[in-house]
């Protein structure tokens, strides 16, 4: 079954009068791929699909333009807007009624509401059924790198934060950005999973215990590479320059694809990764040597209190 309103995708490049169409698709959507090729192909469009792995809307497949007019990025809202660039979000729908598995959790009258780009269709519907089981749901808008209101990513919370409230529900699958939300915040969070209706509420401390023993092991590093992201969408140069200064035993490292088997070959002790904050988080186990991110260097430099131990976001500016 197709998720991809294509028929709309091609008015949509009809109006903007290309003639050939690079595709990106997320690994959750690859399988799109040749189907909506297909259909492109046959309303006349020339198609080239990128093969290369695609983690969010941070990591465009440029190099894809060099053969195309535009190119049609799957899944994911904007983080930069790009004029050869089309992004097409898809919508994933579930039933509002789930909701009522995170109602016993909640302790508060009046929450944030909070959802991945794929559920933000359905914000209106939540916030209505919290309505009618007597919860005030507030609806944030965010930053420039999370477009709709609502909306947080693995990298953003700032829809979580602009809510102002002391209690958070984000609706969505996985651990990773309700726990992200825990520490951006403070906030006390309940997580819910709309398809398989099952609700929590959420700790980090077991995040933290583990970046801590991170922490720890590279402590003793003899190096420290500060990992600069060639990806247009992670670029964080200026926070990579001010953290080289402050540690003499750090250098920049460029990398596009922060990869172990390079950590290895270029050998340095530790890494500090100024790319996808989730790299640090999610990979650790498959890195050799310590990642830290650029809140734990600071802290490791004493540029930071440990009490002030935060969650790696990338921000707009």
């Not at 698709?25 to 093969?51: D, Y």
């Not at 990591?59 to 060099?66: G, H, Q, S, T, V």
């Not at 100024?274 to 991110?293: G, H």
Request: charged share 25%; net charge negative.
């Amino acid at each position: 079954m197709s998720l991809i309103p294509v028929s709309d995708l091609i008015e949509k490049l009809r109006e903007r009068g290309v003639r050939s169409v690079a595709l990106q698709f997320p690994a959750g959507l690859a399988r799109q791929a040749p189907g909506t090729a297909a259909a492109l192909r046959e309303a006349g469009f020339w198609v080239i699909v990128s093969g290369d792995p695609c983690y969010g809307a941070c990591d465009l497949a440029l190099d894809a333009l060099a053969f195309a007019d535009v190119l049609v990025h799957f899944g994911h809202a904007p983080v930069e807007e790009r004029p050869d660039v089309l992004y097409e979000p898809v919508r994933f729908d579930f039933d509002v009624n789930a909701l009522e598995k995170a109602l016993p959790l909640l302790t508060a009258r009046r929450i944030g509401l909070v959802t991945t780009v794929q559920h933000v269709h359905l914000l209106g519907a939540m916030t209505a059924f919290l309505r009618e089981h007597g919860v005030e749901a507030v609806v944030a808008p965010g930053d420039g790198r999370t477009p709709s209101p609502g909306q947080v990513l693995g990298c953003n919370f700032a829809a979580a934060r602009a809510t102002g409230a002391d209690e958070i529900l984000f609706v969505g699958t996985g651990v990773f950005h309700p726990v992200g939300i825990r520490l951006a915040t403070r906030a006390r969070v309940v997580a819910l999973d709309p398809y398989t209706r099952e609700a929590q509420e959420v700790d980090a401390d077991r995040l933290v215990r583990r970046r801590a023993a991170v922490m720890e092991k590279a402590r003793g590093a003899a190096s420290f590479g500060i990992i600069v992201s060639t990806k247009s969408g992670q670029q964080r140069v200026d926070l990579a320059r001010r953290l080289v200064a402050l540690s003499d035993k750090a250098v920049l490292v460029a990398m596009r694809e922060v990869s172990p088997a390079e950590m290895l070959d270029l050998g340095f002790g530790a890494y500090v990764n100024t790319a996808c904050p989730r790299l640090a988080y999610d990979d650790q186990v498959r890195f050799p040597v310590p990642v830290l991110t650029p809140p734990e260097f600071e802290i490791l430099c004493r540029a930071r209190a440990w009490d002030d131990y935060a969650i790696d976001e990338y921000l707009a500016p």
